[in-house]
């Protein structure tokens, strides 16, 4: 990265000491106090994980571990004290317990012996000879590891270091290759007591890794849904806005009344009262609540905003033009993507690592206990934040990159002869100089979101009851969101549009690119509006399709997994993919549009001062003029009619 203060030649011309919005020919670094604060808090990060690997033992999550210390299915190190750990328990990769039927916790104990074993048995047994017998067929020792097959019928205290007869059938579930009972009475007791004393962490973090192939098969989906939408947009239509517009309304409908279902039948058919039941059973319903209120306000504003699809077809053709420019945009977001799955793996793998932080600490008999570390597990709010500001970060990265170059091919007199590799000039003045902007802007844009949402829903549904006090909260929200509105309103990815250009600093450039789109049509806006709706349109599709293929793999293993939240994590990812691949036809039109509005402002179209826009982009805002002045005719011809009414009076 330049240094500090470090200036950017593009030309023979020294910045002006008024601004004239065209791409700066020096720059300096910007917001480095923030990019300074974004490394400070990636030193945070990376102590996290290196604390979390070398205190915890993911292996132990993923695998399952003996009474002694030992991780099934790897080879082990020998904890002092407890003469039967660190065996090679390469070949024996299932948990058995030995007493499975009479689970107790006593003193956050389990009262049951835990071993290591290579296979479950899957025929009752009901003596010390159909366990010697099923030990030496299978190779499964399923008394303890000190004592031979042959004494199992030998030595008189072998029933003490052996399973409690009757050993029930057993098949190993993905649930941490647990050896699960399969006799309904043992089932019951075995869940209950196994599930419900172990914390919500390890049930959240158990359900991820037994449904990790099906979240990594999700993603995946979401991958193909989101470049199937990309060539979609690429190659838009109305018919295919209308077929595309059809499956949303279908796909939020069918989403909806699939989650509704399963809540209906989750209350119907509660027959083990677990703790993973019910935190399911709630999931569920916030999930359903939640979908059903989006789904409302999504279909309201399709309705609304249905008479504006084929003005946004022209316009996303002309974004489509804009992209042919610089072909290779389209392939950002594959950058993109493959950046974001190396950071979610690193970050769930350190994830892992907290959930499973603890000091082995040897007991009677020669087991061995893993005592958790209570405060690196308050860790995970910090590491929480981490994933949402560094995910927006590297999507910011993206989105500047892309701005930059639709800047660079926008105001280029020879539309003939493009500019010389417009994205990697692009890429190189952001990482450096710009970087510290994508830093404060990834953190501030998705800030802001959250009371911004929350006062204008608030507003919103106060405004329609009736009532004085509902009047006067309304007016105190209108007053809120006004003063919010009014500091805050200009934080959005304009700004990075006008860094581009200006090479400024976020808060600047926010604030001249809210100056700038203001003196412009505002149906004009609306149609751009429009368009970015319909762009966010098509990354629901892409979550609705993914939530519902996540809801039939997952909603199989519904009692022993708390499935809500790797499905909310699934969602959230699907979003950010589908955000990934289909911001550049959001970021380009925003850029067109900001661009339009500089060469209105510093251009008349005159010989001395044309246009930098192309003729068909300046046929689409001569037709939207056209459509503008006669909708503001015919407003002003119902106006005088309903004056004419009046007059009698």
């Given at each position: 990265?330049?240094c500090?203060?470090?200036?950017h030649l593009?030309?023979?011309e020294?910045?002006?000491?008024?601004?004239?919005w065209?791409p700066?020919i020096y720059r300096?670094?910007?917001?480095?106090a923030?990019l300074?604060?974004?490394f400070?808090?990636w030193t945070?990060?990376?102590f996290i994980?290196?604390?979390?690997?070398?205190?915890g033992?993911t292996?132990?999550?993923?695998f399952g571990?003996?009474?002694f210390?030992?991780?099934?299915g790897?080879?082990?190190s020998p904890?002092?004290?407890?003469p039967l750990?660190g065996q090679d328990?390469t070949?024996k990769k299932?948990v058995f317990?030995?007493?499975?039927?009479?689970?107790e916790?006593?003193?956050?104990?389990?009262?049951?012996?835990?071993l290591?074993?290579?296979?479950?048995?899957?025929?009752?047994?009901?003596t010390?000879?159909?366990v010697?017998?099923?030990?030496?067929t299978?190779g499964?020792?399923l008394?303890?590891?000190?004592?031979?097959s042959f004494?199992?019928?030998q030595i008189?205290n072998?029933?003490?270091?052996?399973?409690?007869l009757?050993v029930?059938?057993s098949?190993?579930f993905p649930?941490?290759n647990?050896?699960?009972p399969?006799t309904p009475?043992?089932?019951?007791?075995f869940?209950s007591?196994?599930?419900n004393d172990?914390?919500s962490?390890?049930?959240?973090?158990s359900?991820?890794?037994?449904?990790?192939?099906t979240?990594?098969?999700?993603?995946i989906?979401?991958?193909?849904?989101?470049?199937?939408m990309m060539?979609t947009?690429?190659?838009i239509?109305?018919l295919?806005?209308?077929i595309f517009?059809?499956l949303?309304v279908l796909?939020l409908?069918?989403?909806c009344g699939v989650?509704?279902?399963?809540?209906?039948?989750y209350?119907n058919?509660?027959?083990?009262?677990?703790?993973?039941e019910?935190?399911?059973m709630k999931?569920l319903?916030?999930?359903?609540?939640?979908?059903?209120v989006i789904t409302?306000?999504l279909l309201?504003?399709?309705y609304?905003?249905?008479?504006?699809?084929?003005?946004?077809?022209?316009?996303?053709?002309?974004?489509?033009?804009?992209?042919?420019?610089?072909p290779f945009?389209?392939f950002?977001?594959?950058?993109?993507?493959a950046?974001l799955i190396f950071f979610?793996?690193l970050?769930?793998?350190?994830?892992?690592?907290?959930g499973t932080a603890?000091?082995a600490q040897?007991?009677?008999g020669?087991?061995?206990?893993y005592?958790?570390?209570?405060?690196i597990?308050?860790?995970?709010?910090?590491?929480?934040?981490g994933?949402?500001?560094?995910?927006?970060?590297?999507?910011?990265?993206q989105q500047?990159a892309?701005?930059?170059?639709?800047v660079?091919?926008?105001f280029?007199?020879?539309?003939?002869?493009p500019?010389?590799r417009?994205?990697?000039?692009?890429l190189?003045?952001l990482f450096?100089y710009h970087?510290?902007t994508v830093v404060?802007?990834?953190f501030?844009i998705?800030?802001v979101?959250?009371?911004?949402?929350?006062?204008m829903y608030?507003?919103n549904?106060?405004?329609?009851k009736?009532?004085?006090?509902?009047?006067?909260?309304s007016?105190c929200c209108?007053?809120?969101?006004?003063?919010?509105d009014k500091?805050?309103?200009?934080l959005?990815?304009n700004a990075y549009?006008?860094?581009?250009?200006?090479?400024?600093?976020f808060?600047t450039?926010a604030k001249d690119a809210?100056k700038l789109l203001?003196?412009n049509?505002?149906?004009?806006?609306?149609?751009n509006?429009?368009g970015?709706f319909i762009?966010?349109?098509?990354?629901?599709?892409?979550v609705?399709f993914?939530?519902?293929?996540?809801l039939?793999?997952?909603?199989y293993h519904?009692?022993l997994?708390?499935?809500?939240?790797?499905?909310?994590l699934?969602a959230f990812?699907?979003?950010?993919?589908?955000h990934?691949?289909?911001?550049v036809?959001?970021?380009v039109?925003?850029?067109l549009?900001?661009?339009?509005?500089v060469d209105?402002?510093?251009?008349?179209g005159?010989?001395e001062?044309?246009?930098f826009?192309?003729?068909?982009?300046?046929?689409?805002?001569?037709?939207i003029n056209?459509l503008n002045?006669?909708?503001?005719?015919?407003k002003?011809?119902l106006t005088?009619?309903?004056g004419?009414?009046l007059?009698p009076?």
């Amino acid at each position: 990265m330049q240094c500090l203060g470090a200036e950017h030649l593009d030309s023979a011309e020294r910045i002006p000491t008024q601004r004239q919005w065209r791409p700066q020919i020096y720059r300096k670094c910007t917001d480095t106090a923030w990019l300074f604060l974004f490394f400070l808090f990636w030193t945070g990060l990376v102590f996290i994980m290196g604390y979390s690997v070398a205190a915890g033992a993911t292996g132990r999550l993923l695998f399952g571990y003996d009474s002694f210390g030992n991780v099934c299915g790897k080879k082990n190190s020998p904890v002092e004290g407890a003469p039967l750990s660190g065996q090679d328990m390469t070949q024996k990769k299932h948990v058995f317990f030995m007493n499975s039927c009479n689970l107790e916790v006593k003193d956050v104990r389990l009262s049951s012996t835990v071993l290591c074993v290579s296979s479950c048995p899957e025929e009752q047994l009901d003596t010390l000879e159909e366990v010697q017998l099923f030990a030496n067929t299978s190779g499964s020792f399923l008394c303890v590891y000190n004592l031979n097959s042959f004494n199992y019928t030998q030595i008189p205290n072998a029933d003490l270091l052996c399973p409690r007869l009757p050993v029930p059938p057993s098949k190993s579930f993905p649930l941490f290759n647990r050896c699960i009972p399969q006799t309904p009475e043992c089932y019951s007791l075995f869940a209950s007591v196994l599930i419900n004393d172990v914390d919500s962490l390890h049930r959240i973090l158990s359900g991820i890794m037994s449904g990790r192939d099906t979240v990594l098969g999700l993603c995946i989906l979401a991958f193909a849904l989101s470049l199937a939408m990309m060539f979609t947009f690429r190659f838009i239509t109305t018919l295919l806005v209308h077929i595309f517009i059809a499956l949303i309304v279908l796909g939020l409908l069918f989403v909806c009344g699939v989650l509704w279902w399963l809540y209906y039948d989750y209350t119907n058919d509660l027959s083990i009262e677990l703790d993973t039941e019910r935190e399911n059973m709630k999931c569920l319903l916030g999930f359903a609540i939640a979908s059903t209120v989006i789904t409302a306000v999504l279909l309201t504003l399709i309705y609304v905003l249905r008479k504006r699809i084929k003005l946004t077809v022209e316009l996303l053709q002309v974004t489509n033009k804009a992209i042919s420019s610089s072909p290779f945009l389209l392939f950002q977001p594959l950058w993109t993507f493959a950046i974001l799955i190396f950071f979610w793996v690193l970050w769930v793998a350190v994830l892992l690592s907290l959930g499973t932080a603890g000091a082995a600490q040897v007991v009677e008999g020669g087991q061995v206990e893993y005592k958790p570390l209570s405060g690196i597990r308050y860790m995970w709010w910090y590491h929480l934040i981490g994933l949402i500001w560094t995910s927006e970060f590297i999507l910011a990265c993206q989105q500047m990159a892309v701005a930059g170059t639709v800047v660079t091919c926008y105001f280029n007199r020879n539309k003939s002869d493009p500019p010389d590799r417009p994205i990697l000039s692009s890429l190189s003045i952001l990482f450096c100089y710009h970087q510290g902007t994508v830093v404060k802007g990834s953190f501030l844009i998705t800030v802001v979101r959250i009371p911004r949402a929350v006062l204008m829903y608030v507003y919103n549904t106060l405004k329609e009851k009736d009532g004085a006090l509902s009047r006067c909260v309304s007016q105190c929200c209108c007053c809120c969101f006004w003063c919010l509105d009014k500091c805050l309103r200009h934080l959005n990815q304009n700004a990075y549009t006008t860094t581009a250009i200006n090479g400024t600093d976020f808060c600047t450039s926010a604030k001249d690119a809210l100056k700038l789109l203001s003196k412009n049509s505002s149906h004009f806006t609306s149609v751009n509006c429009f368009g970015d709706f319909i762009i966010f349109l098509g990354k629901v599709l892409v979550v609705c399709f993914t939530v519902f293929g996540g809801l039939m793999a997952f909603n199989y293993h519904r009692v022993l997994q708390v499935w809500a939240i790797p499905l909310l994590l699934v969602a959230f990812f699907a979003y950010l993919v589908a955000h990934s691949f289909l911001s550049v036809f959001e970021t380009v039109l925003d850029a067109l549009f900001l661009c339009f509005a500089v060469d209105l402002e510093t251009n008349d179209g005159s010989s001395e001062k044309p246009y930098f826009m192309d003729q068909e982009f300046l046929n689409f805002v001569k037709r939207i003029n056209k459509l503008n002045i006669r909708a503001q005719r015919n407003k002003n011809s119902l106006t005088s009619e309903e004056g004419t009414e009046l007059r009698p009076l």
